[in-house]
């Protein structure tokens, strides 16, 4: 028999699955359901006294009222799974999907668009791709592989920091429909106000393929997981190299040559000054002015050692300077 915990996430996780189907939906709006709106009359919630204390019962009746506008929200796991909010004097539903596995998140997204098919439902346009992109990411092997992977390493929270980062790398990498640098960077912004600044490098690491297949984050996560036992300190670790980024340099639009060659020259420096090994350091630049940049920072980089291994890297998208910092050896 399954226990109370199981039982009340399935039974929130089809409530979650019927609010869904229920939606005479019109517009999508950053991730809102929006629908003709009458009101929720019905009690929403109740508190009961449990054994271990207050314990929160949704209605699972809430289809009675099928024109209720229903929010689909990413808040984080602190915030209920349901919550009634008010916009513009309106009540409105909100759905957390943050407050659900990562099974029962998907379960629940699964039924997005089918519904939306089954019931001749029409995203607008400008959401039709952020939906599409989710789904594909759902179903993407490459994406699968890698969190299954790095479940046996990271936190819940930088799971799905890393799943929604691996689903801007898709938008990014398809090549059947361009995605605006602006939307990318809209993403992105909305993903450091979730998950404050270490969203901005996971999704760099993500597109630049250090969480692929012997990408080296996983040869990093080995070396953690042989230097300790205890999962919360590797987890501090990781999110220390997210922040501190030890084996790249991004060149960023406001970037000059001599701060991309002092961050390069510490790296090289230090590269072996931690619990686990950096193989190689990475200077990563993109569009035309920052690749100038790197250009100039290299050729200052070099004055500074005697050898400097490097192997240059360049595609349509990206210029990489992929330095050896074993053998580097300073002036």
């Not at 009634?84 to 668009?113: C, Q």
């Amino acid at each position: 028999m399954a226990d109370s915990g199981e039982e009340e996430n399935a039974n929130l996780v089809q409530t979650a699955i019927r609010l869904i189907r229920s939606e005479q939906v019109i517009a999508v709006k950053d991730r809102a359901f929006e629908v003709a709106k009458r009101g929720f009359r019905a009690v929403f919630s109740i508190t009961i006294s449990a054994d271990e204390g207050p314990k929160t019962v949704y209605n699972q009746d809430i289809l009675e009222h099928p024109e209720q506008e229903i929010m689909i929200v990413e808040k984080g796991e602190s915030v209920e799974p349901f919550q009634k909010i008010e916009i513009d004097g309106e009540t409105v539903i909100e759905l957390n999907l943050d407050s659900f596995t990562e099974e029962a998140k998907r379960e629940i997204l699964d039924e997005i668009i089918p519904t939306e098919a089954d019931q001749e439902r029409f995203l607008k346009h400008e959401q039709e791709e952020e939906f599409e992109v989710a789904e594909q990411a759902r179903k993407d092997e490459k994406t699968n592989e890698i969190l299954d992977y790095f479940s046996s390493y990271l936190s819940s929270r930088q799971l799905k920091l890393l799943r929604r980062s691996q689903s801007i790398r898709i938008a990014w990498e398809r090549e059947d429909r361009y995605t605006p640098r602006q939307k990318m960077q809209k993403w992105k912004n909305d993903l450091k106000q979730q998950f404050d600044d270490s969203a901005h490098n996971v999704s760099n690491f993500c597109s630049s393929g250090y969480y692929d297949e012997g990408g080296i984050l996983r040869h990093i996560m080995e070396d953690l997981s042989s230097e300790y036992e205890d999962p919360e300190r590797i987890q501090e670790e990781y999110e220390e190299i997210v922040l501190q980024h030890p084996f790249v340099v991004y060149v960023g639009r406001y970037d000059t040559p001599e701060r991309v060659k002092e961050r390069a020259r510490t790296r090289i420096l230090e590269y072996d000054s931690h619990v686990y090994t950096i193989p190689y350091i990475d200077i990563r630049a993109q569009g035309q002015d920052n690749r100038q940049t790197a250009e100039q920072a290299l050729e200052r980089l070099k004055g500074e050692f005697a050898d400097l291994p490097i192997e240059p890297i360049e595609d349509d998208r990206e210029l990489i300077y992929r330095i050896d910092p074993e053998n580097a050896e300073p002036s």
